[in-house]
């Protein structure tokens, strides 16, 4: 399986700041990778897709960025309701599992 | 608007076979990948398979293959994930998901909890 790491693995945060999530893959993915968000007791919300393609509904303050096997989250200015868990998704892999990262949980400082 | 709406929770004993499902509506169902991800309560997100309805045609994570069965019926555009023998280890929630532009999940069903437990 290709492995996603993400880090770091938790963050404080202020409303306002920016946070940037990075997350490397064990191979080569090109641009298959996308990004998303969960919040406690809910489903996950695709965020960005294809690394750097902003999913329909998503504010502008989140970016996507990378290829290869380096990726970054952006979040320009932190909102209250973006505190939550990103996770990572590569989803190059056609005979393996489409493996997440670990998670990224941003809390409030 | 697209929507998958999966069945409700599940409470089994150790050994007992369950068939969960997600049923899709809003879009043309037979033509997008929809896929199974697993996550134990307090844990982060397992990719576990996919289906192509038009098809039928399934991909297994490895580490799943021969544990659960991935199947889907496009008369009644709903797709299903199967145990034969539970075990403690399968308590989780399940979420199914529409596969869309460069394979991402865009559409996430509400998700399913199973509790395994004698």
């Known amino acids: 399986d290709i492995q996603m790491t993400q880090s770091p693995s938790s963050l404080s945060a202020s409303v306002g700041d920016r946070v940037t999530i990075t997350c490397r893959a064990s191979?080569?993915?090109?641009?298959?990778l996308s990004w998303y968000q969960q919040k406690p007791g809910k489903a996950p919300r695709l965020l960005i897709y294809g690394a750097s393609s902003l999913q329909s509904g998503v504010p502008s303050r989140f970016r996507g960025s990378g290829s290869g096997t380096d990726f970054t989250l952006t979040i320009s200015s932190l909102q209250p309701e973006d505190f939550a868990t990103y996770y990572c998704?590569?989803?190059?892999?056609?005979?393996?599992?489409?493996?997440f990262g670990q998670g990224t949980k941003v809390e409030i400082k | 608007e697209v929507q998958l709406v999966q069945s409700g929770a599940e409470v089994k004993k150790p050994g007992e076979s369950l068939k969960i499902s997600c049923k899709g509506s809003g879009y043309t169902f037979t033509t997008y990948w929809i896929g199974w991800v697993r996550q134990v309560p307090g844990k982060g997100l397992e990719w576990m398979g996919i289906?192509?309805?038009?098809?039928?045609?399934?991909r297994y994570s490895p580490s799943l293959q021969g544990q659960v069965t991935i199947s889907a019926d496009k008369s009644t555009n709903t797709a299903y994930l199967q145990w034969s023998g539970l075990k403690a280890s399968d308590t989780a929630m399940y979420y199914c998901a529409r596969q869309g532009l460069r394979d991402a999940f865009d559409y996430w069903g509400q998700g399913t909890l199973v509790t395994v437990s004698s």
């Open positions: 998704q590569q989803s190059f892999s056609y005979s393996t599992a489409r493996t």
């Open positions: 289906i192509y309805p038009g098809d039928s045609h399934t």
């Open positions: 191979h080569n993915i090109t641009n298959y």
